[in-house]
């Protein structure tokens, strides 16, 4: 059974840092199309990074201040978050072959290679 457990988030003041890391069992990373999704009350849920293979984009809003990390050994992914601001306050989720649902995680899935891990909350407070 394929499952992903994301960790890392908390509550910091505009500007701090957090690290995500998006542990896997039953899977291994690195063929798949890999992403950092979020999703705040209210509001669709979002891609903010992805990695496939060696081909990695972000969000324009987060770009270069979030990088996306792969660790083989530990067979874990990474979300580095520099300069946080409060509009990055929402709940993250790591995916594989999480494609652009409305909701994170996507409520039915269907494609037997799609995963996604709990959330972890973020909350960043000006």
């Known amino acids: 059974e394929v499952q992903l457990m994301a960790s890392g988030g908390g509550s910091t003041q505009a500007g701090g840092s957090l690290r995500l890391s998006c542990t896997a069992s039953?899977?291994?990373?690195?063929?798949?199309?890999m992403g950092w999704y979020r999703q705040a009350p209210g509001k669709r849920c979002h891609r903010v990074a992805e990695l496939r293979k060696t081909t990695i984009s972000y969000r324009p809003e987060v770009r270069g201040r979030f990088t996306i990390s792969l660790d083989n050994t530990e067979n874990t992914l990474y979300l580095q978050m520099n300069n946080l601001q409060p509009l990055d306050t929402a709940a993250y989720y790591c995916?594989?072959?999480?494609?652009?649902?409305?909701?994170?995680?996507?409520?039915?899935?269907?494609?037997?290679?799609?995963?996604w891990s709990q959330g972890t909350q973020v909350t960043v407070v000006s």
């Open positions: 995916a594989v072959e999480g494609g652009w649902p409305d909701d994170c995680p996507r409520p039915t899935i269907v494609d037997t290679d799609e995963h």
């Open positions: 039953g899977f291994t990373f690195g063929g798949s199309d």
